[in-house]
Nanobody, 125 residues
Framework: QVQLVESGGGLVQAGGSRRLSCAAS????????MGWFRQAPGKERDFVAAISWSGGVGTNYANSVKGRFTISRDNAKNTVYLQMNSLKPEDTAVYYC?????????????????WGQGTQVTVSS
């Protein structure tokens, strides 16, 4: 099993920036695609961004965050990041880190096998 530990959530002003981290352990991480999802109160869990950890399709972003958010990885630390810039109140949600086997970047929560506990990001207006 892969364990995912998130950090970096909190309160931020609209227009500000925040970086989320997700540290993974339990397996060789190079075989996993990593993703970020978010869920607002009363809403379904939605795709945010994903990155392949071994050769494949690279990165993928939801249209709502394209140009504002950046997903990246540090294989030496088995960690993925989500840099969030120009934050908006509608970005307020619980953000989840997720992992799946394979190189193909997918965008649906059902495709991911492992999940972090979630971290709250609140953007004030």
């Amino acid at each position: 099993q892969v364990q995912l530990v998130e950090s970096g959530g909190g309160l931020v002003q609209a227009g500000g920036s925040r970086r989320l981290s997700c540290a993974a352990s339990g397996r060789t991480f190079s075989i996993y695609t990593m993703g970020w999802f978010r869920q607002a109160p009363g809403k379904e869990r939605d795709f945010v961004a994903a990155i392949s950890w071994s050769g494949g399709v690279g990165t993928n972003y939801a249209n709502s965050v394209k140009g504002r958010f950046t997903i990246s990885r540090d294989n030496a630390k088995n960690t993925v990041y989500l840099q969030m810039n120009s934050l908006k109140p509608e970005d307020t949600a619980v953000y989840y880190c997720a992992a799946r086997k394979g190189m193909v970047v997918t965008t649906t929560p059902e495709d991911y096998n492992y999940w972090g506990q979630g971290t709250q990001v609140t953007v004030s207006s």
